[in-house]
């Protein structure tokens, strides 16, 4: 009876220590390490950093970012890349404006056709990547380009501005009456995402495609199917961010979201997940984002130009990359 | 004749394995010297030493009589020791004689390339070859055989002593070999040491001054080829005793009649019109050289590759099979012949690996894994099959190599295939995890499980297996009763000999 008692004890400890280890193998928790040291030093320096309206403010800030990184976290854990979520995301934020304030459909409706556009775009890249076996740099590069065209064409260049109140909220609002509402819809985005990676097949399916592709396919894995989910889903998260964007600005603006998608690919590799893909959590993808969010609000209120911001952004993606692949080398 | 170079003792270690184990030979110059044995004999390993592309764990080379030690391939062509691997080294969009100078490149005073200077150099190595090929033109564009012709020449060019030959007619056509044995005879004359590998026992038989046998990393022997027969060199390549590593047969040896698996006409670009049939509770082994076409033949039928023409029927009924998730649902599984790039995720855990196929089963209605249902099925799989690891959330890749065999087996075991497509089940494996493992593929038939093994160990072969495919250049040349043939016999079939 003792004897079975150590025996549990001990395959207990066991798998203890193999999730503490697991945890220390891990970037998240360098990352929150990171993230926890930049705020203690943001509060020393700045008595303004650590206020419930600034955090607001940051947590806001980082919303869209955070939610463009899901998608980006399923693609590049497949060891796919999608370039095209900026541009989607202006595009998907000119039709919901244009649907409302041309076609005059009510803002539901008009959320919704933006949605199911993203998802269409996620997946005709998603179909070139794993049918046409086209690479995914490239496909989704040709549909940055697009995307932004039809932005510019759809909206002829202009703004749409004028939207409604119950559209701006989203952006603008809060929810009872203290969580912003891009922040609250980020928490439920990540939310889905953890069960979906976590807890559904299709979460390990991805992970599996990434770790090798090869071996997926041969244990029945669907792996087309799956590439192209993942694909999808990014299509989909960079919609919702086009409807956060879209609805903070008060406007469809069809040059929106430039450049977003290397600060969702810089938010997902600084949160620990592999460029090669099969490797990386969601929650480190927040913690990336809310890395770069926090270092760019504490600058911003240390009053360091934008400039060097950018200089500093690049140095600590390097910093960290560079600290992970030499770890793993052993 | 006096020796060229001197191989002592030497003996090269891999995790679990003993790759080459004190062998010692010599090589005369001016000599053809044949690399003969088995897959897996050590031929590779002892070439990879020669060439400086690994190091023996002990033993000593010496060239004219001094020893010599190779950190890299290059140190190896700086004494004179160049390779021409299967695979050639060359690069597709550079020109012949770019390839040729590839690394030390002529430069003019001012530092540029001259280009010049070495077009001129490269053909003057051309000519000596007697090859006629145009040096401007990409490698890509030139035929296999022209491309061999480029890799001897760099080898030429960098003034060669000892040039080894790894399977050199393994991708050419019959009148591009007999150039290819022109070429060699002439180099022969001109000085140059050849050692040279292949399968084919014919082509050694007619070029070859002496050969060297390997089985199991050992030296066998060291003979001259005349008066000597095909037969004798097969006799020395597999003449060992087959052990009892193998599980006894007597309860095994029933009658199996009831077939499960017939396919027709399997054909694609590897393969030609591969038909065969495969019974219930039988172990069908599929013998042949390397690139006979055997790991080609399973994934054809699993749809992991596509097929030209193929009708597979189970249990007497027309399936198709497009993909691995279709063979799946048919219940047939491949173990591939790869554990690390094709059998494994290495960096997942041994839980995820072992349910990747399963998910769908552990999932509650609601779709979501079971974590409870998950754990335990993972946790009877390392109890059943012994895996040894620390917990089910190891990553794979810290596993030795039985141990990840082991999980691949788990991991298809819980898929209740009724066929299951064994390729080189134990290859790279230490002989403990060797014996479970054909242990458990006995007890696995005897419980009506269907297996269908390639193996290119000759006693794995005929220690495992009731019938015997044997193939040779994509074509089954032969199908043997396990208990009417001999090594001898698989091994001509094997090489190509048709009829008797």
């Known amino acids: 009876m003792s004897n079975l008692n150590t025996e549990t004890t001990l395959t207990t400890k066991n798998k203890t220590m193999a999730k503490i280890k697991d945890l220390f193998e891990n970037q998240e928790v360098l990352i929150l390490v990171a993230f926890l040291l930049l705020c203690v030093i943001m509060t020393i320096i700045n008595d303004q950093f650590f206020t419930a309206s600034n955090l607001t403010n940051v947590a806001r800030q980082i919303s869209i970012n955070a939610i463009l990184a899901v998608g980006m976290t399923f693609v590049i854990l497949t060891g796919g890349i999608d370039l095209s979520v900026g541009s989607v995301m202006a595009f998907t934020g000119t039709i919901m404006a244009g649907m409302m304030l041309l076609v005059g459909i009510p803002p539901v409706y008009a959320v919704l056709i933006g949605i199911a556009l993203g998802t269409v775009i996620g997946y005709i890249n998603g179909m070139l990547v794993a049918y046409a076996k086209i690479p995914a740099i490239i496909v989704t590069l040709a549909m940055m380009e697009a995307s932004r065209g039809l932005a510019l064409l759809y909206t002829g260049g202009y703004p749409l501005s004028g939207l409604p109140q119950s ?35 299709i979460g390990r399916y991805i992970y599996a495609i990434g770790g090798n592709e090869e071996a997926a396919r041969l244990s029945g894995v669907k792996v087309k199917r799956y590439k192209i989910l993942a694909y999808l889903i990014s299509g989909v998260t960079a919609a919702i961010a086009g409807m956060i964007l879209t609805s903070r600005l008060a406007s469809g603006q069809p040059m929106a979201g430039v450049g977003f998608e290397l600060d969702a690919i810089a938010a997902v590799v600084l949160g620990g997940t592999a460029i090669a893909g099969g490797r990386g959590h969601i929650f480190g993808t927040l913690l990336g984002a809310m890395l770069i969010g926090v270092l760019s609000n504490g600058l911003n209120l240390m009053g360091v130009s934008p400039y060097v911001q950018l200089v500093l952004k690049g140095v600590i993606i390097i910093g960290a990359i560079y600290y992970s692949s030499w770890r793993q080398k052993d | ?303 992991a590759d596509t097929t030209d023409e193929k009708e597979v029927y189970i249990n007497g009924k027309r399936a198709t099979i497009k993909s691995p998730t279709e063979a799946l649902t048919h219940g047939i599984g491949l173990i591939p012949e790869s554990r690390k790039t094709q059998g494994l995720i290495l960096g997942m855990t041994v839980k995820n690996n072992i349910t990747l196929p399963i998910l769908n089963k552990i ?11 998950e754990e335990s099925l993972v946790n009877k799989s390392i109890k059943d099959l012994l895996i040894k690891t620390p917990t089910m959330w190891q990553k794979v890749k810290h596993l030795s190599g039985g141990n990840q065999q082991k999980v691949v087996l788990a991991k298809w075991l819980n898929t209740e295939c009724n066929i299951l497509i064994f390729d080189e089940p134990t290859r790279g494996i230490d002989i403990g995890a060797k014996e479970e493992i054909y242990k458990l593929m006995r007890v696995l038939a005897e419980q009506g499980l269907s297996i269908i093994m390639i193996s290119s160990e000759l006693p794995e072969i005929l220690g495992m297996s009731d019938r015997v495919l044997v193939m040779h250049k994509g074509k089954v040349i032969s199908q043997l009763d396990v208990k009417e043939t001999t090594s001898e016999e698989v091994m001509y079939y094997a090489t190509g000999g048709v009829g008797k």
Not at chain 1, 183 to 199: E, F, G, Q, R, S
Not at chain 2, 102 to 108: A, D, I, N
Not at chain 2, 263 to 288: C, H, M, P, Q, R
Not at chain 2, 363 to 373: D, E, I, P, Q, T
């Open chain 2, 363 to 373: 999932s509650s209605k609601a779709g979501f894994l079971s974590r409870k249902k």
């Open chain 1, 167 to 201: 559209f701006t909220f989203i952006g603008r609002g809060y929810a009872f009456g203290i969580i912003p509402m891009p922040v609250l819809i980020m928490i439920i985005v990540y939310i889905l995402a953890y069960i979906i990676l976590n807890h559904l097949p």
């Open chain 2, 1 to 303: 004749m006096e020796n060229i170079l001197e191989i002592k003792n030497i003996t090269r270690e891999f995790p679990g394995v003993k790759a080459l184990n004190d062998v010692s030979f010599n090589i005369r110059r001016g000599e053809i010297h044949a690399l003969v044995g088995e897959n897996g004999a050590g031929k590779s390993t002892l070439m990879k030493i020669l060439s400086g592309v690994q190091d023996p764990s002990k033993g000593k080379i010496y060239l004219n009589g001094k020893e010599v030690v190779f950190k890299s391939p290059k140190d190896a062509q700086e004494v004179g020791i160049s390779i021409i691997h299967q695979e050639f080294s060359l690069i597709p969009y550079l020109n012949g004689f770019e390839n040729i100078f590839l690394g030390r490149e002529l430069r003019k005073k001012n530092g540029l390339l001259d280009k010049k200077r070495m077009k001129t150099e490269a053909e003057k190595v051309m000519e000596r070859l007697n090859a006629n090929i145009d040096l401007s033109k990409p490698i890509t564009l030139l035929s296999v055989a022209n491309q061999q012709f480029i890799e001897i020449a760099k080898a030429i060019a960098i003034d060669t002593k000892v040039l080894i030959f790894d399977e050199p007619t393994a991708s050419l056509t019959g009148k591009e070999i007999d150039k290819l044995f022109e070429l060699i005879e002439m180099l022969k004359k001109s000085g140059v040491t050849i050692i040279y590998i292949s399968h084919h026992l014919e082509e050694i038989l007619a070029m070859c001054d002496r050969f060297t046998c390997l089985r199991d990393g050992e030296w066998v022997g060291t003979r001259s080829v005349e008066g000597c027969t095909k037969q004798d060199i097969v006799k020395m390549m597999v003449g060992r005793e087959i052990t009892n590593t193998y599980p006894d047969r007597t309860s095994w040896e029933k009658k199996k009649e009831e077939i499960l698996l017939d396919v027709k006409k399997l054909t694609n670009s590897v393969v030609k019109d591969v038909s065969f049939s495969l019974k219930k509770g039988e172990i069908l082994g599929i013998a042949g050289l390397v690139g006979a076409g055997r790991t080609e033949t399973v994934r054809a039928l699993i749809g």
